[in-house]
């Protein structure tokens, strides 16, 4: 079947621009999860999604950083006021219940100039 | 705090060695513990996931093991090939949904 998708596979904007990043998540799977891959820090877990609970924001790095998630589908991340440090490929996975194995998608790379 | 080390961080072997890539981490307390493979400017491909109440999990020439009580998970690759050259990231998930991860280990393996 399909996996996770993303989109777009690459963004450029400049700085003090907002943007919006896509994930599809696998059919049947109930959290989903976004993390981001940069250079100086490694992987890092933004916000999880699981079922109709409260999603866990613990990892959003500022107010500048929301996600949604509409119908338990698809979500999107939202950064209003891009700045470079934003730079970073955002990786977004799905999984069956929280807890199991996660399945990532192909990324976005996000360049703020 | 969570922490997840790789050692070692790169790694270049001939192709059909044996090896083996260290993972541990801080805080024994994990749901589970997942390794991945990534390829350049790839996403993640999921490998081996481990419960917590595993020791072990085996798929094909890939082997990880868990001990808990030290905080430790290796991943044994058997007769490396070419194609086994990628960054593998282990990853523990103690908080019932997140990932930490370590930072790699870039494994390039020469015919």
């Known amino acids: 079947g399909a996996g996770v998708s993303q989109s777009p596979s690459n963004k450029v904007t400049e700085k003090g621009k907002d943007v919006e990043l896509r994930c599809d998540p696998i059919?049947?799977?109930?959290?989903l999860y976004w993390y981001r891959q940069s250079l100086g820090q490694g992987l890092e877990f933004l916000i999880y999604?699981?079922?109709?609970?409260?999603?866990?924001k613990s990892g959003l790095p500022s107010d500048r950083f929301s996600a949604e998630r509409t119908g338990g589908s698809v979500s999107t991340l939202t950064i209003q006021r891009t700045q470079q440090e934003d730079s970073a490929v955002y990786l977004c996975?799905?999984?069956?219940?929280?807890?199991?194995?996660?399945?990532f998608g192909p990324g976005t790379r996000l360049t703020v100039l | 705090k969570q922490e997840v080390t790789q050692i070692p961080a790169a790694l270049s072997v001939p192709e059909g060695e044996n090896l083996v890539l260290n993972c541990s981490f801080t805080?024994?307390?994990?749901?589970?513990l997942q390794w991945f493979r990534q390829d350049p400017g790839k996403g993640l491909t999921s490998l081996l996931l481990?419960?917590?109440?595993?020791r072990e999990q085996t798929s094909g020439r890939l082997n990880a093991s868990l001990d808990k009580s030290s905080g430790r998970s290796t991943l044994y690759i058997a007769a490396s090939q070419p194609g086994d050259s990628a960054t593998y990231l282990c990853?523990?998930?103690?908080?019932?949904?997140?990932?930490?991860f370590g930072q790699g280990t870039e494994l390039s393996v020469k015919p």
């Open positions: 481990i419960q917590s109440s595993q």
């Open positions: 999604f699981q079922g109709n609970s409260a999603p866990d």
């Open positions: 059919s049947g799977h109930t959290a």
């Open positions: 990853a523990v998930d103690n908080q019932g949904g997140k990932l930490i």
């Open positions: 996975a799905s999984s069956k219940q929280g807890a199991n194995e996660q399945f």
């Open positions: 805080d024994s307390a994990i749901y589970n």
